[in-house]
């Protein structure tokens, strides 16, 4: 091992090839993370701001309305609920219409209230549920629902999900060349100092070992340093980003991270096993 590492300190072309590619590929893998993670919030974000109404029956007491409020607001769905009474309802239709009803004429509106669902539950068949869910009360006459909106978003989340899906394998399949590449070259660059290994009595079986270890620890050093550039990059943009971004999602991205890493480490490990295990010496 003592001679892998005076050679491996020998040829720093060949140790910085092994340590940068390991830890570009992380880095970009993680970095791709948390783009989609990002264009998933942005989606989070316009989705929450889809509206709700209800329509309670006129001449429904207030009491009873505030009560199917107090209750509604303990669903789980339920992200914000704020009443509309049937004064600052016209008030509303009278400056988006621009005209203004009678004096003797009475408000023919009666109240509502306004929803925000989290975004979660818009989709088709939860926010149907929703709605029928609320119709069992009494007071409540109906339930608009932005419909199209919805299937819009789902239509589009849909598609989002399967191109992520879909790059990232791609990501993944182009990054185990790279390894499997970067491991056949290790070895190429190497083969001198294997004869002389070999000349000095070292069997095959261990030589591949020394090798398969010499590069795998300096592609496992390049990928746990990306996984602590990512952190300092997430730490870094913060601020940038908070307005997308809250706690929950910043563990999420440490979790990400964690698993690149995780994942980058198997596939470098099998990719200089698969690369330096068939060669023959």
């Not at 939860?126 to 009494?138: G, H, R, T, V, W």
């Not at 590449?181 to 095959?204: A, N």
């Not at 995780?262 to 596939?267: A, E």
Request: proline share 2%.
């Amino acid at each position: 091992m003592k001679y892998i590492v005076r050679i491996l300190g020998k040829n720093k072309t060949l140790s910085g090839t092994c340590f940068f590619t390991s830890f570009l590929l992380t880095l970009m893998l993680v970095l791709i993370f948390l783009v989609f993670l990002l264009i998933n919030c942005r989606f989070n974000m316009v989705k929450s701001r889809v509206h709700v109404y209800i329509i309670f029956h006129e001449n429904t007491p207030l009491e009873k309305i505030n009560n199917v409020c107090m209750r509604i607001k303990r669903k789980e769905w339920i992200k914000s609920l704020h009443l509309i009474s049937s004064k600052q309802a016209l008030n509303i239709v009278e400056k988006n219409m621009g005209v203004k009803l009678p004096g003797h004429l009475s408000n023919p509106l009666p109240y509502s209230a306004g929803i925000f669902v989290k975004p979660r539950f818009l989709k088709e068949k939860k926010i149907s549920s929703i709605k029928n869910e609320l119709l069992q009360y009494s007071s409540v006459k109906d339930v608009l629902l932005p419909s199209r909106l919805i299937m819009s978003y789902e239509h589009s989340y849909k598609h989002f999900l399967f191109f992520s899906l879909l790059f990232l394998c791609g990501f993944i399949v182009v990054e185990i060349a790279i390894f499997l590449l970067t491991g056949r070259l290790f070895y190429l660059d190497l083969r001198e100092d294997v004869l002389t290994l070999k000349l000095l009595g070292c069997s095959s079986e261990k030589i591949k070992m020394l090798l398969m270890t010499g590069a795998f620890l300096l592609s496992f050093a390049g990928i746990v340093l990306a996984g602590f550039a990512s952190i300092g990059v997430f730490v870094f943009i913060r601020d940038f980003i908070h307005n997308l971004l809250d706690n929950s999602d910043f563990l999420s991205i440490c979790g990400f991270s964690l698993i690149a890493v995780l994942l980058n480490i198997f596939v470098s490990f099998l990719c200089i096993l698969f690369a330096v295990r068939n060669e023959e010496l």
